[in-house]
């Protein structure tokens, strides 16, 4: 591969938890040398000057849904790569949630053959955690590890018998399998399309309380105590569930926590009128739950920040609310939307890819997220302060469910490199 050097480019380290001025000298796919501002270029190398705009790691995806096999026309590897490419993100861990659910190996090694032909950047699938979702019978994780998955999780489907998650816990601990989970209880959460509060009964809107969410946390640390598993709670959404999960990591206990973007930059008024592209599981929670989580991801409590990238047609969008379909897709709008994060104050941009990346790298195990000689050359160049107006309509998503559509945003990625291949540059 060729040898070429990123030059006057801010480089956001979020292990050194700093922006610097600086380059960076790249060959054979991975970071050879961090290089100070006044450093000229090798002179065999192909420079690339990033104009004083921001070089950051790749980000790093827990959770895409990508909707092979089953449902192509919503989203498939190819349009989900291209669109991953474009938002920053370099890796993506998507999500079994498929029809039929990616639940044996001869689906997870169909899903990975198509996404090493069709994607741009990584892609590292996980696998379900109980056959076809449906929280009876666990998958056969072993041969699924073998088989290339990296983490098992129902997703949005509880497993609601105990005994079941147990045993599926117990069992993946004793393989040093990741189990990730969807924290809500499933019997008060079902329905749902809001959550509880003044704004959903002057809506008329079905609602479930942010203790569904508690309750199905602490369920899950029990028996994470009990089993010692490996445990990932993909969306921490309201700030009753933070207490449980500060103690839970304070007792020494292996868990992790997520959040999406969309509950980080959005509250339940945005809801309005019934706009279904609001819609999303868990349902958007208040402000002071959004400001809350915000401090969480600062503080470190909460390490990942997720797109939830979730495609849904037209015509599972464009029916009443309370029937409408949940979901967004974000892997394009993941980086503009935690700007508003950045710009707010709320978060600096090394707590940001922090948590966008080098958070998630070390929890699947991955080399990436990092700015360091040895690292894989997963890299992302952004301007935080482009302004644009977010048209729908231009996304690469097959699928253009966005609740940002229309919206005033600033930050816009320039450039992605994934093992030093450039896979996406923006006309300028």
Not at 97 to 109: G, N, R
Not at 246 to 254: F, H, Q, V
Not at 360 to 365: F, L, S, T, V
């Amino acid at each position: 591969m060729s040898r070429f050097a990123f030059l006057n480019a801010r480089l956001v380290d979020p292990e050194k938890a700093q922006v610097t001025t600086g380059g960076m000298l790249v060959e054979d796919g991975r970071i050879t040398a961090l290089m100070p501002a006044e450093a000229p270029a090798p002179g065999d190398a192909e420079v690339i000057d990033c104009g004083l705009k921001y070089l950051a790691p790749g980000i790093v995806d827990i959770g895409v849904k990508v909707c092979e096999p089953g449902e192509r026309h919503k989203e498939s590897y190819r349009s989900a790569g291209l669109a991953a490419a474009a938002g920053g993100v370099t890796t993506m861990i998507t999500r079994p949630d498929t029809t039929p659910a990616i639940d044996s190996p001869e689906t997870l090694e169909f899903v990975t053959r198509r996404a090493n032909e069709a994607s741009p950047v990584r892609v590292l699938p996980m696998a379900a955690l109980t056959k076809g979702r449906d929280g009876r019978e666990m998958t056969e994780i072993g041969f699924l590890m073998d088989a290339g998955a990296v983490a098992f999780s129902d997703c949005d489907r509880v497993v609601s018998d105990t005994r079941v998650f147990s045993r599926a816990l117990t069992y993946a601990r004793s393989l040093d399998a990741l189990v990730i989970a969807h924290p809500q209880d499933p019997g008060l959460s079902r329905g749902a399309a809001a959550t509880s509060g003044k704004f959903a009964s002057l809506r008329g809107l079905p609602a479930v309380s942010v203790m569904a969410e508690r309750m199905g946390l602490d369920r899950d640390i029990a028996l994470v105590e009990m089993t010692g598993a490996r445990y990932h709670a993909d969306q921490i959404t309201c700030a009753r569930a933070l207490p449980p999960l500060e103690r839970a990591r304070s007792n020494g206990l292996d868990i992790s926590a997520g959040t999406s973007i969309h509950h980080l930059t959005l509250n339940a008024l945005d809801v309005a009128d019934y706009r279904t592209f609001f819609k999303l599981k868990p349902p958007l929670r208040d402000e002071q739950d959004r400001l809350a989580i915000a401090e969480a991801v600062s503080s470190g409590l909460i390490d990942v920040i997720s797109s939830m990238h979730t495609p849904q047609d037209e015509e599972s969008k464009r029916l009443p609310f309370e029937e409408a379909a949940s979901g967004a897709v974000a892997l394009e709008t993941l980086l503009p939307a935690a700007m508003r994060l950045y710009h707010a104050g709320l978060i600096d941009l090394p707590v940001l890819w922090r948590a966008m990346s080098l958070n998630p790298a070390r929890r699947m195990g991955l080399e990436s997220g990092r700015l360091a000689r040895g690292a894989p050359a997963d890299l992302v160049l952004f301007d935080p302060d482009a302004p644009f107006l977010m048209d729908r309509a231009t996304l690469r998503s097959k699928s253009r469910n966005t609740p940002f559509d229309g919206a005033r945003m600033q930050g816009r990625v320039l450039g992605t490199w994934v093992a030093g291949a450039r896979v996406f540059e923006r006309d300028r």
